[in-house]
């Protein structure tokens, strides 16, 4: 259940990003609150895989992987509507194929990125990566640049329309930034699974 949750709310933020190309005020208070569904989603799946016990390693990965193509089918999308400069997509792509390549590398020797078998030893690493507050403010500020850059550009005019613009190009670049401070321990301690992957390919090949 908990991967069905996943995988449905990554077709369904390809849904919302196509119809923001249609603009009709309407059309984008239905994507606004697709975005909400989205994002709430996204909480959901780990509740239920907890609650259910149906927390693994595939669960995991999929969680992340269906998290990253969720982000970037919308950072890009931002960026072709013109809401956000090209070097955002640009940074968080990058990000994102760097850290998951290493964390492939970890869970190849039994680490994931998060929870018990986390691959983050240090504790600053743990805390930047792994914590719940790092987690969470990433999360919420992600949260509320999706859902309110849409907001901000429905096409008419409406009260406050200034200060969601406002609050959500905030949290756009706080996004940005947590995303890239986020990644660095992650690159930082991946040093030993590259040693760790040496002495197997030595030992497979004596």
Known sequence: M???ISIFRTILSFIVVGILFIENDSVYITA???TIIIIWMDGLDGYVARKFNETSKLGAVLDILCDRIVENVYWVSFSVLGWLPLWVPIVVLTRGIITDGLRSLALEQGYTAFGKTT???GKVGKFIVASNFSR???AVFKAVAFALLIAA???SEYEYKQIISLIAYI????SVFFCV?????VILESKRFFAESDKWIKKVSE
């Open 171 to 174: 949290s756009a670049y706080a």
């Open 153 to 155: 550009h429905i096409p």
């Open 32 to 34: 606004f609150i697709l």
């Open 136 to 138: 969470f403010s990433y």
């Open 181 to 185: 401070i986020r990644g660095i321990p």
């Open 119 to 121: 691959m983050m030893e």
């Open 2 to 4: 908990a991967n069905f």
